[in-house]
């Protein structure tokens, strides 16, 4: 396995607003050609955050109806992946933690729990859907600006590990070993639920799109006479960052992990949403991580591993990861590193 190259460079003082973002370009976009198929936007609240479809069809009718099938696909899985609704199927198979029996799991949810165990052994459970105990004490923590006990995060951490999530591939049943166990996708889900949207649009015939929700996004085929999609990996917000660069996506997913929104700030200290699994404690060394896979749910996975693993370790994974490519931000104490992994050259757009 040939090794990654790992860029590193100081490139400014630290700056307490580290405003690099995805954002995806309206004005970037194709203007719509006189006979070809026309430009239409959708955004909506899913899944807690504004999710949003850009795609090309020949009419408004069926821009419509497209984007409604698939919003309504994205509602459909947060029924089954949300960890937030105690309803959904997934909290109902947390709620039989500990108590020896197997659950038999929709197509949807079997799919979401055999990546993320795949993606749980390959990182050592680096990452971890079986974080929930511990998540919800860092919610918890983040709502009331305290850190949560260490004793109580030492109980949380009993119920957490992915060995103990345990997957029958013959029946597509999931059993969780350890009472109080708490499944939470929430590093996973949205990556799936943009692939299944696109889905939906291709299966309407609708190819040219871009459905995204948080940092998770996926594209399509490009919009008319162009090759990607231009997504733009904003400059940091610091003096003398480098200029915006901007990638091409088609047919790929991409996805940023990080901690810019989802922090608790405490004696200066910023903890991430993101938890190792093996300590229970928040990321501290504040990192902005962009993946491009094949699809959304990879990027997605792989983009929250990549945060907890570091970048030499990250970047070692994403070689080994078909069509993946990582670009990576850290700030480890007052200097911003930069690294990313050879394959992500390839997408930026031409100069
Ligand atoms: P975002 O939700 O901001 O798009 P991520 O995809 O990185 O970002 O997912 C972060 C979420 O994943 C956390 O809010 C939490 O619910 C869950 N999580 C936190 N740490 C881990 C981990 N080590 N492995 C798996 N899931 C995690
Ligand atoms: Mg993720």
Redesign the pocket.
């Known amino acids: 396995m040939r090794q990654p190259k790992v860029v590193h460079a100081a490139v400014g003082q630290l700056g307490r607003s580290f405003g690099a973002l995805l954002l995806f370009l309206a004005a970037s976009c194709a203007a719509p050609h006189s006979s070809g198929p026309n430009r239409f936007e959708f955004t909506e609240p899913q899944m807690g955050v504004p999710f949003r479809i850009v795609l090309y069809a020949p009419d408004k009718p069926t821009a419509d109806q497209a984007a409604r099938a698939a919003f309504g696909r994205i509602t459909q899985l947060n029924d089954i992946l949300s960890d937030y609704d105690t309803d959904s199927e997934l909290s109902r198979l947390s709620q039989t933690a500990g108590s020896g029996r197997a659950v038999q799991a929709s197509a949807d949810l079997w799919f979401v729990l055999k990546r993320s165990q795949e993606l749980a052994q390959r990182t050592d459970g ?4 079986t ?1 929930g105990p511990v ?1 919800s004490l860092w919610r918890k923590a983040r709502r009331e600006k305290r850190l949560p006990a260490p004793a109580k995060l030492a109980e949380a951490l009993k119920a957490v590990g992915y060995r103990n999530l345990v997957l029958d591939p013959q029946c597509h049943a999931a059993r969780l070993l350890v009472p109080y166990m708490r499944l ?1 996708l ?3 889900a ?1 990556g799936y639920a943009v692939d299944a949207a696109l889905k939906v649009l291709r299966a309407r015939g609708v190819t040219r799109a871009l459905v995204s929700g ?3 996004m996926v594209a399509g085929d490009p919009p008319p006479g162009k090759r990607g999609w231009r997504i733009e990996v904003a400059p940091l917000d610091v003096t003398n960052a480098p200029p915006a660069r901007f990638v091409l996506l088609a047919n790929a997913g991409l ?1 940023t ?1 990080g901690d810019l929104f ?1 922090h608790l700030e405490i004696d200066g200290k910023r903890y991430s ?5 093996h300590t229970g404690i928040g990321l501290t060394d504040h990192s902005l991580v962009t993946v491009i896979a094949p699809d959304g749910i990879t990027a ?1 996975g792989l ?2 591993a990549i ?2 693993l570091g970048p030499e370790a990250g970047a070692r994974l994403v070689e080994k990861t078909r069509g993946a490519a990582v670009h990576m931000v850290r700030m480890p104490g007052d200097r911003i590193e930069m690294a990313e992994s050879s394959r992500f050259k390839r997408f930026y757009e031409a100069p």
């Open positions: 680096a990452f971890d859907v974080v998540v939470d929430g590093a996973i949205k948080g940092g998770d996805a992990s989802q949403h993101i938890v190792d699994p997605d983009s929250t945060s907890v």
